[in-house]
């Protein structure tokens, strides 16, 4: 038998009990059990780590983010901890004082249902924070942004002749000038301010991707519908040049469904994986076209995911689904993936459908804590709100995602929502839906790993060696407890990429990952 290249000895194994360590040989879990006994494995050339009676688990896996997005955001100003508009505004302030005259100041994370005003700013006010330079601030859910008088200036749309792209609102003042909110334009946005260089965007995305590995996330999917062959390239360069260092898949949009074949044989190679297709507003599409994309996509071996926030939505994806399901032969129907993404909002009547049509719920717990103040002021709602215990008693099968960055990507922090039903503020959502800890736990670990169709999310020999070391057991800890438990160390692939209290872990560059 082959020498492990690294054993983790003397602690507390996760789910393995009788073991205290666990071998690994060339990215995979080889064994565990008593140290005594896997004494064999170690050779020359294996690496020792003492957990010395901490805690190994498997690595959390997020099933939802969107890693650019969320890593240009960690790269800007970030203003989601402001709850008042004075507090938005000073934070933009000494932002602009930093940033040279004239040129962008991109800020994100602003929410007016979280703020205590219960609006966001007006354009006046950002004119006085931010003077000299032109402004962007995202908001938080990355469906608006708001802009000062010279980012209007700079895009042109104040000119008579200003033209915006085809859905986007813009909103203006009693008097007719424009507030500086404007609704469903991001892309068009992003496209028209200065490009990030290929030097900047690795750098943003090795900083991330740390982030992730200190919050002990091991493997994410990207669940962005502007994905395409651009975006998915992106993601190969970043793996392989090791800026990202998790297990990687990626979601593609609807539109890109026919370059899949073309797009995964480069894709495998580095590692990354072609994990699905994302709808959004399923609503507006026309039935036999959306039923169409589903079945084609499909039969390309492709998972069909769906943003899923509001009750028309549900609707016309059940309606889909159950007719893309009908054309499937019974082994083909076995082996597909369709998931409702967030499924915000489940009303009574539901649940039994969703059961019926064997389809995933891929939640974001971490809602309940960070945008819980938000979902307390809607009491009729908050019973149908990212529930959890009642779906998974009808055995739906359930797993989570950060949504990062509308959520910060910490799975510990979501984990203890999912437990208490408690926001960041102290509201109690919905008592009735809470769930174990160790049920919460799957959401982010074995249940991640079979909707992202990773041999991982358990430590088993023959799974992927993607682990993390916590200082104690979270099944022993409360809620309040587990928000504040570190990460000590992050393992992926059996390679170290995060260890706390060391500032960076040399990375090797062009070594891919094992591929579940
Ligand atoms: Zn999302």
Not at 177 to 202: C, F, I
Not at 203 to 223: K, M, V
Request: glycine fraction near 8%; hydrophobic fraction near 45%; proline fraction near 6%.
């Amino acid at each position: 038998m082959d020498k492990a290249d690294l054993v983790l000895h003397s602690g507390t194994i996760f789910g393995c009990r009788g073991s205290d360590s666990v071998a690994i040989a060339n990215g995979w879990i080889a064994a565990h059990g008593r140290f005594d006994d896997l004494k064999p494995l170690v050779g020359p050339r294996t690496h020792l780590i003492r957990l010395a009676g901490r805690v190994l688990m498997p690595g959390f896996i997020d099933c939802h983010l969107h890693f650019m997005e969320a890593a240009s955001a960690a790269a800007g100003v970030s203003v989601e901890r402001c709850r008042t508009i004075d507090e938005l505004l000073n934070q933009l302030r000494s932002a602009a004082a930093k940033t040279a005259p004239g040129n962008w100041l991109r800020a994100f994370g602003c929410d007016e249902a979280l703020m205590h005003d219960r609006r966001g700013p007006t354009r006046e006010e950002l004119d006085r924070a931010v003077a000299k330079n032109p402004l962007r601030l995202r908001h938080q859910t990355l469906h608006a942004s708001w802009l000062n008088s010279r980012a209007l200036n700079l895009l042109g749309l104040e000119n008579s002749e200003a033209r915006v792209p085809g859905g986007a609102t813009v909103i203006r003042e009693p008097s007719g000038r424009l507030s500086g909110l404007v609704v469903g334009m991001e892309e068009w946005l992003t496209n028209k301010l200065p490009r990030v260089t290929a030097a900047e965007l690795e750098a943003r995305a090795r900083n991330y991707s740390r982030e992730l590995a200190a919050s002990g996330i091991t493997a994410f999917t990207d669940a962005t519908v502007r994905n395409g062959p651009a975006e998915v390239g992106a993601f190969i360069r970043l793996v392989a040049t090791g800026a990202i260092s998790q297990q990687t898949s990626v979601m593609i949009g609807p539109g890109h469904i026919g370059a899949v074949d073309e797009l995964r044989p480069a894709a495998e190679a580095a590692g990354v994986r072609l994990a699905g297709v994302k709808f959004m507003d399923v609503a507006r599409w026309e039935m036999t076209r959306l039923v169409g994309a589903i079945g084609e996509a499909l039969a390309r071996g492709l998972d069909c995911a769906f943003h899923s926030t509001e009750v028309e939505e549900l609707e016309a994806i059940l309606k889909a689904i159950a007719a893309a399901r009908e054309r499937l032969s019974p082994e083909a129907l076995e082996n597909i993936i369709c998931r409702i993404e967030h499924g915000g909002l489940i009303p009574p009547g539901y649940p039994a459908r969703i059961r019926a049509l064997g389809i995933w719920v891929a939640s974001n717990p971490g809602f309940l804590y960070y945008r819980g103040a938000k979902y307390a002021s809607e009491p009729g709602l908050v019973n149908y709100l990212y529930r959890a215990r009642s779906l998974a008693e009808l055995g739906i099968p359930m797993a989570a995602g950060s949504d990062a960055p509308v959520t910060p990507a910490k799975p510990l922090h979501a984990i203890a929502a999912a437990v208490c039903r408690l926001s960041a503020e102290g509201y109690e959502l919905a008592a009735t839906e809470k769930i174990l800890t160790k049920d919460a736990l799957a959401l982010f670990t074995t249940s991640a790993a079979l909707l992202s169709r990773l041999s991982a999310g358990e430590i088993r020999p023959g799974y992927l060696a993607n682990l993390i070391v916590l200082p104690a057991n979270p099944l022993a800890l409360k809620p309040a407890e587990l928000i504040n438990l570190p990460v000590d160390l992050t393992i992926v692939g059996g390679r170290v990429v995060f260890e706390r209290g060391r500032p960076v872990i040399a990375h090797s560059a062009g070594e891919s990952l094992p591929f579940a």
